[in-house]
């Protein structure tokens, strides 16, 4: 689903943020991004979204090379991938429900559906009672409760979470995993970041553990598709 093959990211062809990356993500992977703030976690997952193009390499997602893509085909793309951030954004002026149904809308589900998917999922997550709310009311746990039900609403492909569970409390954080873990069995792919060590040693999965912009250690199955790659 995801190759990143020898890339790099520099910002104004001075900085160097990301150097030689290599790494392969199968599709169903649940994989951690780990490493110090500032080591280059957020920045995969820019690219990995295509909100940027590497300086060098290539980056080939959904069996597609980013940087031979129009932005129609970016933004289709982009409908399979399901993005959680560490700051939950929202537009402030509509309800929850309206907020989570975003995804739903532009697909131009039928709105019968769009309700019981929106309200099944704000039962599972305890916030039935929130739906008419707006964002401003909500607690850090239930904004960021929120933005994963948005994230997951549409059923995508992938899920790129980036520190989602920073800055919130231990149920929520919870809640955040179990409900990450459950897509994962249903096949979806997660990609997350966080630097976390209680997640790490209680929900342990396959890790990708950068530091300044390299990659430090890797499963060594990537290293051989890459060697199969160039041979």
């Known amino acids: 689903m995801i190759q990143f093959i020898d890339v790099k990211l520099q910002h104004d062809s001075l900085i160097t943020i990301l150097d030689r990356i290599n790494f392969f993500i199968d599709s169903g992977e649940y994989i951690y991004l780990t490493g110090n703030n500032g080591a280059g976690k957020t920045s995969i997952l820019s690219l990995i979204h295509m909100q940027n193009l590497p300086t060098a390499g290539q980056i080939r997602l959904f069996g597609r090379d980013v940087s031979k893509l129009s932005n129609n085909q970016k933004a289709h793309l982009r409908r399979k991938i399901g993005i959680l951030f560490q700051e939950a954004k929202f537009i402030e002026h509509i309800s929850i429900f309206d907020n989570i149904a975003i995804p739903l809308r532009i697909i131009k589900t039928p709105e019968k559906k769009v309700t019981h998917n929106v309200n099944e999922l704000l039962k599972w997550l305890g916030l039935s009672?929130?739906?008419n709310m707006l964002p401003s009311l909500l607690s850090g746990g239930e904004r960021q409760l929120v933005s994963l039900a948005r994230a997951v609403i549409a059923r995508p492909s992938?899920?790129?979470?980036?520190?989602?569970?920073a800055h919130i409390d231990i149920s929520a954080m919870k809640k955040i995993i179990l409900l990450l873990e459950e897509l994962n069995s249903l096949g979806t792919t997660i990609v997350m970041s966080t630097h976390d060590q209680w997640i790490l040693d209680n929900f342990p999965k396959k890790t990708i553990h950068l530091q300044n912009g390299l990659i430090l250690d890797n499963d060594s199955n990537s290293q051989n598709k890459l060697q199969k790659l160039y041979n």
């Open 158 to 165: 992938l899920i790129l979470a980036d520190e989602p569970t």
């Open 129 to 131: 009672c929130k739906a």
